[in-house]
């Protein structure tokens, strides 16, 4: 089956919370986990996560995100933050020793070489990290080979449908720096059908509100009125993409990309 853009079909609403479709859904491991508390306070892309699950975030920054994680797996559950900057590393370890949390690992490594073994994480993230990295490929493909089989890889990223100035592009960065490697969304989602995930799509889609002052640098009224219509395809969007690893595979697509090694 083919991930399918649905969230595209209908961008005045959004489908599902992001990271997760709550209790039953596509936000459900396969696998049995205890539910223990409420997760109603926390940020709805922790939706996907149950009681001893273990999460890898892609690009942890601070870790803010791993603390927050840390939260819902619980003390059976193990959530690593991969970051490439040391600086980011060292203070994230530096709150997770104030804090005291005993189920939180940060560890230095590039995203596209995770220092983890196959089939690790029940839950991997990443928030506005894909869209800066030199090879996409690589890093759908760790994401795919560190995710446990019926597990589940949550990406928020940004994405654009028609093509804009590259200029626009360029200016947008400022507001969130991962604009500048937006692609189109076939191309966003190829990377995953790519590397082996078969189920799954954009579960939460938002337009980037960018300031009047800068598209009339570039546009008329008509498309500046586009380019911060929901309804329209024209501009830039925020998307959350969750994907699934099979429960089982075939040779040529598990844990890795069969073109990978050719570039």
């Known amino acids: 089956m083919e991930v399918e853009v649905k969230s595209f079909e209908a961008k005045d609403s959004v489908k599902n919370s992001a990271c997760g479709c709550g209790s039953g859904g596509c936000g459900s491991h ?67 020793d104030s804090l005291k949390v005993s189920n939180v690992e940060f560890r230095l490594g590039d995203i596209e070489a995770v220092p983890l073994p196959s089939e690790f994480a029940n839950v991997i993230y990443s928030s506005c990290v894909f869209n800066l990295q030199t090879n996409k490929q690589k890093v759908a493909d760790e994401m795919y080979r560190v995710c446990d089989h019926s597990g589940y890889v949550c990406v928020s990223d940004f994405v654009i449908i ?62 500046i009125k586009k380019y911060n219509d929901i309804n329209s395809d024209e501009g830039i969007f925020s998307v959350v993409l969750v994907v699934e690893k099979p429960e089982t595979c075939q040779a040529e697509t598990c844990c890795h990309n069969a073109d990978k090694h050719k570039n």
């Open 162 to 223: 028609n093509d804009i100035p590259d200029e626009l592009r360029k200016e947008a960065s400022s507001i969130a720096g991962c604009i500048a490697g937006a692609e189109k969304v076939d191309v966003f989602m190829s990377y995953f059908q790519k590397t082996g995930f078969t189920q799954g799509g954009i579960v939460e889609v938002n337009k980037v509100e960018l300031p009047v002052e800068l598209l009339e640098k570039y546009f008329d009224d008509d498309m």
């Open 30 to 96: 396969s696998k049995s986990h205890d539910h223990s508390g409420s997760q109603q306070n926390l940020p709805s892309r922790f939706q996907l996560l149950q009681e001893g699950d273990r999460v890898v975030e892609f690009g942890s920054g601070l870790g803010s995100d791993c603390f927050s994680a840390a939260s819902v797996v619980g003390p059976t559950g193990k959530v690593i933050g991969i970051d490439i900057s040391e600086q980011n590393i060292n203070t994230s370890r530096g709150i997770l």
